[in-house]
Each structure stands twice: as structure tokens, then as C-alpha cells.
């Protein structure tokens, strides 16, 4: 009899003999990643039923060792770089204040370059002034005008206050002068040559404190009536309001910040609590977040309407007027609404009727997120795992920021004289880069990009692990899953799949290196652009194409690297195999991404604004705060952020089950599934799918 071939997902070979012949029946593994195994990459080929199958594979090889390669070349070259730099860098140049002719503070700058030119006589000595003062506010170097000088000590007693002004400004001083007519001996000896011809009419110190080694005001000026110096006394208050309002919002936050960590604790606590939750209360989350949607869409309807020319009560000449935004004519606002109005309607209409026609997919959504609840609560090291990952990014961001304030110093400094104007007695003092700094400032731009994408991956690699293996158990799934679920999927990431991650990660570097360099060209084509707006829709278009895909490709990744933990694929194996089946099943993905984000979303913000408002109570009542707003601020931010990083683990397993839901369907179609009762009466599709 002849051998009959049958394709399915298991390792080994099945043989059925009997009667008189034999028969046997043998498959080539469709999902094993083994190197000789035969591999069908097309994308509408379905997984087949495996009996042996039971979740992630732990037979499997290495894959993509040539990007591991590259990628550990690439580091080695940029490790390179920063010796070279570390020679030649003059690294204080960073972090210390310069003045406006770009000589540090606290340094003797006849140290940074011999050549240096001092024929005027002044000393580049500053080893004993240290703080930056502006002495002249409201002006910007290297316009003629001094701006800031290095002194020995911030100004604690200031002349610009009511009573001196009161007293001096109008019967002293003209409306090009300020205050040098003033014999205030303390005050002069902080600037640097305050009776030059250049320099004696800036002399307007004020009242300040040391902040990073700055001199910022402490308090903001009162007003007073001054007429015929007008002028020069608004871009006095400008400046020292300007930064007296920075300052005080700094003395705030100095005085809160512990406060403010107690609260981004507490926003911890409710995410997590969130989380644990939402095995109970996903349904009620989900539709919050469905009604929101309807809500927002019917507001901005029914303001188009209130606007546009069919609302018969703008027919008259009383329409209310804080809603023409858009144009300056009242009729052509109207049309224009009018317009926007129909065009949501259609909207409306559309995303009522996706909505009937998603209703089933929805609960699908509901059965993946309280799947997703339960695994958090059934693992709790899920919690405690991203500490891992959050570790090595801040070690290799620690590493980046070091070479490029490496990289920064590593320049030849230059005394630039044709920068002289009546008003600057010395040049400007510039940091050249050579050819080999500025190419090498590049690549380690392009690495700093690449090394953050490959950490992200094996993060979502080893998340994907977790769900997948969590998935496809048996129950009962807490005692069959095993200990050390996650430090074992991290380890498989790390033994077999580095190079795929750094394959997946330097596509998500260069596509991020390609937008930077759109961003670059459109800031240095700002005046071609108003000229021309064809330059202007091209780049723009160009951008938006390059953001689309990358979203695209993360979203790619990261379903790619699920399948990769699963099975051993190679990342272009995995990434076919994650696209065919979503080109399977692209309404269920559209309604569970999209749900499942705005949930997300809704989440955060559920969090945030309950810790914000809970700060904001808090820090009213403390007396001594300026503005007790500014604390709060900080609270709402720092716990969006705290919830959003673990919304955003919440977001890697709803994506990881969903990819586990849809092979687990094709797989065992017609066969005991995987998944609990309650997400499996939401997977069965109706009959016409």
C-alpha cells in the first residue's frame, strides 16, 4: 500500500498498521523550529491538530545567530567609540554653567585651550566664581547685550523692589539706563567689571538663591507706576517673575516630593488592585469604555450642530460666538459646521452599527481580560518581573548618557572673535567636533535606539512566555504551570532567541533612526516649507507614513515574538506565521485591540485622577506652598506613568493570549481546547465566520 503523508504540528511521526498491508501515516512538523524541518511560510495555511501538543516547545535551537552577531559587534564598536572620546573629551563642559562667552564657571579657562585670546586683559581664571548671574534680563546673547556673568556669590539683597524703584527710577534714570547711578558697593563687586563702558548699565542685581549653580530669584517683583520706563520695566518683571514663578515652584516641589512619592505608592497600590480586579470587573471597564466613546462622539455632534446653519437658533445675529474658532465670517463658520455635522453623523451611524455587528467580539475581549486578571493573580512574580527589565534598560541608558556626555566634551575649543560688538568686550568661546565625533555621535544614537528596542523585546518575549505557557496547561493550570514560570521563560529567551530579538529590535531602531532624520529635514527646511507647500506635504506625508509603520511593525513584533515562545521559531518564521493569523481573524483583532487599549487608557487616567485629586485636598492645606497646584501636578503625572506601566504589562498578555487564543482554536478545532469555560463560550463563532 502506498504511504499516505498527512500534515500536523506534533514532533513525532504517527504509523497506523493492520490487515493485510501496512499503511502509514506520517506528518512533517508544521510548527517545530528544528533547522532540518520542513517549514510552510503561507500565510492562509491554518495550524493543524497536534495531540501532542501542550504549549511552549522545550526542544529548540538558536535562531537568527547572525543578528546576535551584529548586535554584539555593534556594541563592541560603540564601547570603542567612547575610549576614543574619553581621550580627547573635556567632559565639565556639560554639566558647568557657562557665561554669555561660553567660558565656565569654577574653572580656569586658559585650561581648555592655550590658544585662547586675552589681549584685553581679562582673567579666564573662574576657579572662585561658580555661579551663573544674569545680569542684564530680558536679553539673549550674542546680540551685544551682557547676559550673564560668573560670580563668586548669588546676590542675597536685591534693588529691584517697590521702595527703591519708588525712590530712585524716575528722578535717576533714563529709559536706555537702569540702575548703575545706584552707589550699592556690595552689589557692583559681584560683576565683572561693572563700571565698563559695555557693562555699567546692566548692573541690576536682584534678589536670588543658588539653584544647579544658578542664581534664580527667590521672589517676584511688586508693580509700580513707572511711565516713562515702561519699556525696560517689563522686560525686568518679565525675566524675574519669569524665573521668581520657577523658583517658587521649585521650592514647592522640594518641600513635597516625599508627599509626592507617598502617592505615586498609593497609585501603585491601585493598579495593582485594578488589575486584580478586573477578573470581576472587566465587563463593567469595557463597557465604561464603550459608552465613553459613544458620549464623546455624540458631544462633538451635537456641538457641530449647535454651530452649524441648521440650528434654527442661529438664524439670528445673537449666535453665541465662542465656538467660531475656525473662521472669521459667520457664515462660512456655519457652512463649515454644518458640514462637520453631517460627516459625524455618518460617523455616528457607522460605529453604532460596527458596534452591533462586534457585540460578539466584545465579549471576547471581556473573556481575554479576565483571563489575562487571572493569570496576574495566579503569578504573582508578574508584578515584580518588569523590575528586571527596568534594571537593564537603566543600565544601558546609564551607559548611553554617559557617552554622549563623553561624546559632547569631545571637541576642540575655539575663541571666535568676530562675534566682538560695542557691547562684549571678548569673543565667544566654541566647541568644534570633528568629522569622526559627529559620524560617531550618530551611530550611537542609532545604538542608543537599537539597545532600548531589543531590551523592550525580551521583555514582551519573556511576558509572552509566561501567558503562553500559562495558556496552554491543563487545569488545574496553577499546579501543572510549575515554579519559576518566569525566570524559566526568561531563560529560554535569553539561551535560544537573542538573536531573533535583536533581528525584531534593529527593524523598530531603524525605522525610529529614519524618522528622527525626517524630523531633522523638517526642522532645517522651515523656510523652504513656507515657500513651498508641496516640500511641506511631502515631508509630512513622509512622517506619517514612517509613524504608521512602525506602529505596524511593533505590533508585528510584538505578536511574532509570542509564536517565537511558543514554538523556537526564527523571527521571520514567527513574524509569517503571527501576520497570517491575524489576516485570519482581523475583525476579532481590530475589536480586542481596540477595546482592550481605551480600557487601558481609561484605566490610567481612573488612577491618576484619583491620586491627583486626593493631592490636590492634601496639599491645600499646607500653609506654606506658593502654589499647591504644582505638587499635584507632579502627583497626576508620576502616577499616570506608574499605571501605565502596568496597563502596558496588562496590554503585553492581552495581546500574548489573544495570539494563543486564535492558534488554539485553529489547532483544536473540534477537540477539547485549552482555554477556561468562561473564555471558551466567548471564542465559539458563529456559523457564517
Not at 206 to 225: M, V
Not at 576 to 583: E, N, P
Not at 601 to 619: D, E, M, Q
Request: with cysteine.
Amino acid at each position: 500500500m502506498s504511504e499516505v503523508r498527512v500534515r500536523y504540528g506534533a514532533d513525532e511521526g504517527i504509523t497506523y498498521g493492520g490487515g493485510g498491508g501496512s499503511s502509514s501515516v506520517q506528518h512533517q512538523d508544521l510548527t517545530s523550529s528544528k533547522p532540518n524541518d520542513e517549514y510552510d511560510d503561507d500565510l492562509n495555511t491554518p495550524y493543524s491538530y497536534d495531540p501532542n501538543f501542550n504549549g511552549p516547545e522545550e526542544d529548540r535551537h538558536c535562531t537568527d545567530c547572525f543578528c546576535l552577531i551584529l548586535f554584539f559587534v555593534a556594541i563592541a564598536a560603540m564601547l570603542g567609540l567612547f575610549f576614543y572620546a574619553v581621550s580627547i573629551s573635556k567632559v565639565n563642559y556639560l554639566y558647568t554653567p557657562t557665561d554669555y562667552r561660553g567660558f565656565l564657571c569654577g574653572y580656569d579657562n586658559t585650561k581648555l585651550n592655550k590658544s585662547l585670546n586675552n589681549s584685553n586683559g581679562y582673567s579666564l581664571d573662574y576657579t572662585d566664581k561658580k555661579y551663573l548671574f544674569w545680569s542684564k534680563p530680558g536679553t539673549k546673547a550674542p546680540d551685544g547685550n551682557v547676559v550673564s556673568e560668573c560670580v563668586k556669590e548669588c546676590p542675597t539683597e536685591g534693588i529691584f523692589n517697590y521702595s527703591v524703584f519708588h525712590n530712585y527710577w524716575n528722578k535717576h534714570l533714563e529709559e536706555n539706563e537702569t540702575c548703575y547711578k545706584i552707589d550699592n558697593v556690595t552689589i557692583r563687586a559681584t560683576i565683572l567689571d561693572p563700571y565698563a563702558v559695555g557693562n555699567k548699565k546692566y548692573v541690576c542685581p536682584y534678589r536670588t538663591t543658588p539653584f544647579l549653580l544658578r542664581c534664580t530669584s527667590t521672589e517676584a517683583i511688586e508693580k509700580a507706576d513707572f511711565s516713562n520706563n515702561s519699556k525696560l520695566w517689563d522686560d525686568i518683571e518679565k525675566f524675574i517673575n519669569g524665573i521668581g514663578s520657577v523658583g517658587n515652584a521649585y521650592s514647592d516641589i522640594k518641600k513635597t516630593w516625599k508627599h509626592v512619592l507617598c502617592f505615586a505608592v498609593i497609585a501603585l497600590l491601585l493598579s495593582v488592585i485594578w488589575i486584580l480586579t478586573l477578573r470581576c470587573s472587566a465587563a463593567v471597564f469595557v463597557w465604561i469604555a464603550i459608552i465613553g466613546c459613544f458620549v464623546g462622539l455624540g458631544f462633538f455632534t451635537w456641538a457641530a450642530y449647535y454651530v452649524s446653519g441648521i440650528n434654527p437658533n442661529n438664524k439670528s445675529e445673537n449666535t453665541d460666538t465662542k465656538y467660531n474658532f475656525a473662521f472669521n465670517n459667520k457664515t462660512n463658520n456655519q457652512k463649515a459646521f454644518t458640514i462637520i455635522f453631517y460627516v459625524l453623523i455618518v460617523v455616528d451611524i457607522i460605529i453604532l452599527l460596527l458596534f452591533i455587528f462586534l457585540c460578539r467580539r466584545i465579549k471576547l475581549t471581556i473573556g481575554i481580560i479576565k483571563f489575562v486578571s487571572t493569570v496576574f493573580g495566579e503569578v504573582p512574580m508578574l508584578f515584580l518581573f518588569p523590575l528586571i527589565f527596568f534594571l537593564i534598560m537603566l543600565c544601558w541608558w546609564a551607559l548611553c548618557i554617559g557617552i554622549a556626555y563623553v561624546l559632547y566634551g569631545a571637541g576642540t575649543l575655539t575663541y571666535d572673535e568676530s562675534k566682538k560688538t560695542d557691547y562684549v568686550t571678548m569673543g565667544w568661546l566654541d566647541m568644534k567636533y570633528s568629522d569622526a565625533i559627529k559620524y560617531g555621535s550618530i551611530y550611537h544614537f542609532f545604538m542608543f535606539l537599537w539597545g532600548t528596542a531589543f531590551v523592550t523585546a525580551l521583555m514582551e518575549m519573556s511576558f509572552a512566555g509566561v501567558f503562553s505557557k500559562y495558556y496552554f496547561t491543563r487545569e488545574p493550570r496553577d499546579e501543572n504551570v510549575g515554579h519559576w514560570v518566569c525566570a524559566k521563560s526568561l531563560g529560554r529567551a535569553l539561551k535560544y532567541h537573542m538573536g531573533s530579538l535583536a533581528f525584531g529590535s534593529l527593524l523598530i531602531a531603524i525605522c525610529q533612526f529614519i524618522r528622527a532624520c525626517l524630523e531633522y529635514i523638517d526642522r532645517k527646511t522651515k523656510a523652504a516649507q513656507q515657500e513651498s507647500c508641496f516640500i511641506k506635504f511631502i515631508i509630512k506625508c513622509m512622517k506619517c507614513c514612517m509613524w504608521c509603520f512602525e506602529k505596524f511593525l511593533r505590533y508585528i513584533n510584538r505578536n511574532a515574538y509570542v509564536l517565537i515562545a511558543i514554538h523556537g521559531y526564527n523571527f521571520w518564521q514567527g513574524a509569517c506565521k503571527a501576520f497570517g493569523l491575524i489576516l485570519r481573524n482581523p475583525v476579532r483583532a481590530t475589536t480586542v485591540n481596540f477595546v482592550g487599549d481605551f480600557m487601558l487608557f481609561l484605566g490610567r487616567v481612573f488612577v491618576a485622577a484619583i491620586c491627583a485629586g486626593c493631592s490636590l485636598l492634601w496639599f491645600k492645606r499646607i500653609n506654606n506652598l506658593y502654589y499647591y497646584y504644582i505638587p499635584a501636578i507632579f502627583v497626576f503625572i508620576l502616577s499616570y506613568i506608574v499605571s501605565g506601566t502596568f496597563t502596558s504589562l496588562f496590554e503585553m498578555g492581552i495581546d500574548s493570549c489573544f495570539m494563543c487564543v486564535l492558534e488554539d482554536e485553529e489547532r483544536n478545532k473540534g477537540s477539547q481546547r485549552f482555554a477556561p469555560p468562561d473564555l471558551l463560550e466567548a471564542m465559539e463563532k458563529p456559523e457564517e465566520e
